[in-house]
């Protein structure tokens, strides 16, 4: 058995598995022998994304079509992947309102807050118990590089990231001693389906979802954070280090709304 099954499986659960990122995640866990539970909300592109996971990996997958912004469903989703013993946890799935906050509608935001936050903190808050009893396993929250500071244009979106950085900075510290690995992966621009329903040009270093996830399952078990790509990585540096706060938000701001084709908004 691959060392990652023992230490990662038999199960693990990718939120948002069924495309992009999380469908990278799920594969790259899946060629480490590792079983996998996806879930996603549309039933078709999971059992598609499942039964090539099925037909090239040679694991068990098995779909689970839920909507995680809903707190009675994350109920339902625990339940569903209670017989079997999850050894790793990607917190993938994500709602990103872009535009003036105040143009967007409530539920949005709340949706917003709810997915992004409520439910990875939960599926983190469930499994973690376990993991921490057997001495082993792990929990991946995908954040981005607009978490690293406010960004207009994404509001929302930027303060819910942030919240999964200091939660999975947190939850690291409280965990590394008891054998669980808790990472947050920090992306720049990836071309994903969502990325490209969102956004109106290819941003400056896009990655691959496929290095991204590869990047983000070498790095478990070797620190807090990871931020795939090296021009990404400058980037953060930059940005958290070398420039003033005010720029950061500025700089990051006009890269978003640009990549948005929202250039008209008013920057920091
Ligand atoms: N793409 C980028 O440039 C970029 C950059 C930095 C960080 N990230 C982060 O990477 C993660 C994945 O993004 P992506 O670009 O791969 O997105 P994507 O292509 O839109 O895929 C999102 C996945 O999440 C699922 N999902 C969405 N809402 C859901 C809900 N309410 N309940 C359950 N599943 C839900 C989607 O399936 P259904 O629609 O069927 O539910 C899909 O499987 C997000 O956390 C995002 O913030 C992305």
């Keep these: 058995m691959h060392q990652f099954a023992r230490r990662y499986g038999p199960w693990a659960l990718v939120a948002g598995g069924s495309q992009?990122?999380?469908?990278a995640f799920a594969d790259e866990i899946a060629r480490r022998g590792v079983n996998l539970l996806l879930v996603a909300r549309r039933l078709e592109p999971l059992e598609e994304t499942a039964a090539r996971l099925r037909r090239e990996r040679a694991v068990e997958v098995v779909p689970i079509a839920a909507d995680l912004a809903d707190l009675a469903t994350i109920d339902q989703v625990?339940?569903?992947?209670?017989?079997?013993?999850?050894?790793?946890?990607v917190a993938n799935a994500a709602l990103a309102p872009?535009?003036?906050?105040?143009d967007a509608e409530a539920s949005q935001v709340a949706s917003a807050v709810d997915l992004n936050c409520r439910a990875s903190a939960l599926l983190a808050h469930h499994f973690?118990?376990?993991?921490?009893?057997?001495?082993?396993?792990?929990?991946v929250f995908v954040s981005s590089l607009a978490g690293l500071q406010g960004v207009p244009a994404l509001a929302a979106y930027s303060a819910t990231k942030a919240f999964l950085i200091a939660l999975g900075e947190a939850l690291w510290a409280e965990h590394r001693h008891l054998g669980v690995d808790v990472l947050t992966v920090c992306p720049g621009a990836v071309s994903t389906p969502g990325y490209q329903l969102a956004a109106s040009?290819?941003?400056?270093?896009?990655?691959?979802?496929?290095?991204?996830?590869?990047?983000?399952?070498?790095?478990?078990g070797h620190g807090f954070r990871v931020v795939p790509g090296r021009l990404n990585q400058f980037t953060a540096f930059a940005l958290?280090?070398?420039?003033?706060?005010?720029?950061?938000?500025?700089?990051?701001?006009r890269a978003s709304?640009?990549?948005?084709?929202?250039?008209?908004?008013?920057?920091?």
């Design 128 to 139: 973690l118990p376990a993991m921490a009893g057997r001495g082993q396993g792990g929990i």
């Design 78 to 89: 625990v339940s569903v992947a209670s017989p079997r013993q999850v050894g790793l946890v």
């Design 240 to 253: 958290q280090r070398l420039a003033p706060r005010r720029a950061a938000i500025a700089i990051f701001g």
């Design 98 to 102: 872009s535009g003036r906050f105040l």
């Design 257 to 268: 709304a640009t990549a948005l084709g929202k250039d008209d908004h008013p920057q920091a």
């Design 20 to 23: 992009g990122l999380g469908a």
């Design 201 to 220: 040009r290819d941003a400056p270093g896009s990655t691959s979802p496929q290095e991204v996830a590869a990047t983000a399952i070498e790095a478990l």
